[in-house]
């Protein structure tokens, strides 16, 4: 009787002591990751090729300036709202992260093989063409993601030249089998069979903590009693 008396109390004291370290580390896996301190840390693998986090820059610039440019037009007092759309069975925040990741497989893995076939660089005319690509990029970029570059703007204008090459050999496959360049972009039916046959493994524990929306941008929190976001109250 005595013990039955002491395993009850044991019990659930182990039961709190899971439930609390349960909590935490859902607490500590949830924090919003901190970009910059994690710039050189492995985002995803593509077969035995490491892509880091400062190496997805410019997808997250792109995709960043392209969504934050159409929450403009639905809400320009708080574009924060546009973000957090749910739409097509998804939120746009995260549709956008998983085309920044899906971009960036797929240049990363295009370009290996344009490497592997001796394919990875560009004639006179496309350099000329990859000079104009770089221009425009920054010519659209908005001023605070300038504030915010997550990275120098010599790795960020490497990361363009890899996606060029990636595209090149893209435009080759299309060529030499068919039916279209469409279908080998990163969201098209033929590249996914080719993705079918190699290995890409998510580093989970951090992608799942990166917020796209506030990296290279600002959202303030909106107080939608008086109508003021953080920032406006700094300026008070």
Same mark, same amino acid.
């Given at each position: 009787?005595?013990?039955?008396?002491?395993?009850?109390?044991?019990?659930?004291?182990?039961?709190?002591?899971?439930?609390?370290?349960?909590?935490?580390?859902?607490?500590?896996?949830?924090?919003?990751?901190?970009?910059?301190?994690?710039?050189?840390?492995?985002?995803?693998?593509?077969?035995?090729?490491?892509?880091?986090?400062?190496?997805?820059?410019?997808?997250?610039?792109?995709?960043?300036?392209?969504?934050?440019?159409?929450?403009?037009?639905?809400?320009?007092?708080?574009?924060?709202?546009?973000?957090?759309?749910?739409?097509?069975?998804?939120?746009?925040?995260?549709?956008?992260?998983?085309?920044?990741?899906?971009?960036?497989?797929?240049?990363?893995?295009?370009?290996?093989?344009?490497?592997?076939?001796?394919?990875?660089?560009?004639?006179?005319?496309?350099?000329?063409?990859?000079?104009?690509?770089?221009?425009?990029?920054?010519?659209?970029?908005?001023?605070?993601?300038?504030?915010?570059?997550?990275?120098?703007?010599?790795?960020?204008?490497?990361? $363009?030249? #890899?996606?060029?090459?990636?595209?090149? @050999?893209? +435009?080759? !496959?299309?060529? &030499?089998?068919?039916?279209?360049?469409?279908?080998?972009?990163?969201?098209?039916?033929?590249?996914?069979?080719?993705?079918?046959?190699?290995?890409?493994?998510?580093?989970?524990?951090?992608?799942?903590?990166?917020?796209?929306?506030? $990296?290279? #941008?600002?959202?303030?929190?909106?107080? @939608?009693? +008086?109508? !003021?976001?953080? &920032?406006?109250?700094?300026?008070?």
């Amino acid at each position: 009787m005595r013990i039955n008396k002491l395993v009850k109390p044991i019990v659930l004291i182990l039961c709190v002591a899971v439930m609390v370290y349960a909590l935490l580390t859902m607490g500590n896996n949830r924090a919003k990751l901190d970009y910059q301190e994690h710039l050189e840390d492995t985002a995803v693998t593509v077969d035995s090729e490491e892509i880091t986090f400062q190496d997805l820059a410019f997808y997250i610039l792109y995709e960043e300036g392209k969504i934050e440019e159409q929450a403009r037009i639905y809400n320009p007092d708080y574009t924060k709202d546009y973000w957090n759309l749910h739409t097509n069975d998804t939120f746009i925040q995260l549709e956008a992260k998983e085309v920044v990741l899906g971009m960036a497989v797929h240049d990363h893995l295009f370009y290996q093989m344009a490497v592997a076939e001796g394919m990875d660089t560009l004639t006179d005319e496309e350099e000329q063409e990859l000079e104009y690509r770089i221009t425009d990029f920054w010519e659209d970029l908005l001023d605070i993601q300038w504030e915010k570059l997550p990275c120098s703007e010599e790795t960020i204008n490497e990361q $363009i030249r #890899l996606a060029a090459i990636a595209e090149k @050999y893209q +435009n080759y !496959l299309a060529e &030499e089998l068919g039916p279209s360049q469409a279908a080998y972009k990163y969201d098209g039916y033929y590249y996914q069979q080719i993705m079918e046959q190699h290995q890409v493994k998510t580093n989970d524990k951090l992608w799942d903590r990166l917020v796209l929306g506030d $990296i290279t #941008l600002s959202h303030g929190k909106l107080n @939608y009693i +008086n109508g !003021l976001t953080d &920032e406006d109250k700094k300026k008070k």
